[in-house]
Nanobody
Framework: QVQLVESGGGLVQAGGSLRLSCVASGRALSTYTMAWFRQAPGKEREFVAK????????SYADSVKGRFTVSRDNAKNTGYLQMNSLKPEDTAVYYC????????????WGQGTQVTVSS
């Protein structure tokens, strides 16, 4: 049984930074695409960023491009999302996901971690 556990969320002022981590257990996910999604109150879950199993082809939502960086350490079965220059509109619950398909990397989901950006 695969478990994904996110951490690193919290409260930060606008312009600040946070680094989210997603640790996978239960099986090695080194051949899976890793992705981050977020869901703000009253809104649908949206894509944030993703990365192929080998660290290639990073992709970002336009709203975070240039501010967020997705990375992974397959030896640790861990993914990361470095978030810089945070804005109040980045406030959401952030979820990591892993999947076999780059186009839809959602076989496994974490439970989410809250990120709150104050103005």
């Amino acid at each position: 049984q695969v478990q994904l556990v996110e951490s690193g969320g919290g409260l930060v002022q606008a312009g600040g930074s946070l680094r989210l981590s997603c640790v996978a257990s239960g099986r090695a996910l080194s051949t899976y695409t890793m992705a981050w999604f977020r869901q703000a109150p009253g809104k649908e879950r949206e894509f944030v960023a993703k990365l192929r199993w080998n660290g290639s082809t990073p992709s970002y939502a336009d709203s975070v491009k240039g501010r967020f960086t997705v990375s992974r350490d397959n030896a640790k079965n861990t993914g990361y999302l470095q978030m810089n220059s945070l804005k109040p509109e980045d406030t959401a619950v952030y979820y990591c996901a892993f999947g076999l398909r780059y186009t839809n990397p959602t076989n496994y989901w974490g439970q989410g971690t809250q990120v709150t950006v104050s103005s």
